[in-house]
DNA sequence: AACCAGGATCAAC
DNA sequence: GTTGATCATGGT
């Protein structure tokens, strides 16, 4: 695809690249006005391949042609493209252009990628290697929601396997969009959930009353991303924290992949394995290997977790 | 048949 | 504050 360079608001066409009224060069979705939605700009640098089977989402699923589809936000989606371009079709839900800023933010549009490889590169040989073979990873900002229970299910448990729980779920109280998709249940469907089903059904084990629990009480609107916008990072952490079935690991998680805090960094047994094994440290608990990490990489901690978690994986033929 | 997986919880020290 | 047992499930 040829780079386009128009303005937003009078372009509507795919791969606006657009000039804000900042000056700055502002990059994001443009929409064809009837179905698809395209970002291209030299250095998008995606792999949907990457960032979709990366261990930060469960739900998106991989077509024979290579193309990828999931619901996100209520629409059923089919991502193409790779590396300076993303297209995205809406297959089911409506389309409009105001979409476009939400997959903007989804995407992470707003950030450089390529900077942020640069910079962790350039921090040791490790940290190089892993940035190669991570390249194309983009970090979603996923609905709070959903990656609170998506991890609270992945505890002690393994992708494939927290992959089918999730699809249970989704199955068993979230909206049907197709005969093969359904969205991810509202809090309110699943705050109603019975433990023991979520266990019987979807498989979940001892984690569904951890499931219910949780769901009531973002039901209740005692947690939601606009309060928690409102306060410091530390009592957004206290207060997800207290969630049933959210520990500190978990907790990382939801904050590095809902895009609340970037420099997040969980440590599980595959960064203990990646410290050990690539960095030469062991250190006694997981709580001081991830105050290791968040002083090593710093701002970038989080970005430079999935790298090294994705990097390690592949290694160990994963 | 034990061990493992993007760990959390609770009791006991 | 730290440690150990226990917690379903399915794959190896």
Redesign the pocket.
Known sequence: MTETILLKESSGLPGAECSGNSGKIMKGFGFDGVDTYTVSFPGLLFSADKTFD???CFRWKKNDDDSWEAVVKGRLLRCEGADDVISIKCLEGDCDDGFSAILDDYFDIGTDYGALTSELSIKDDVMSKACEVSSGIRLLKQDLFETVIS??V?????????K?CIENICISYGEKITDLYYAFPTPEALSSADPADL??YC????RGP?IAETAKIFAEGSISLDMLNAESLEDQRKKL?S?????????N?IML?SGIDRTAF??????E?MMDELYGIKL????RLEKYGKEYFGENAGLA??YL?YYI?NIHG?
């Open positions: 990366c261990g930060q991890f609270i992945s505890a002690n448990n393994n992708i494939p396997r927290i089918k266990t019987k498989r979940v084990g001892y951890y924290l969630l049933p079935g959210v520990g500190p690991k978990v907790l998680c992949f969980p440590v599980d047994v595959w960064v394995r006694p608990d997981r709580n977790q999935q978690f994986r994963k």
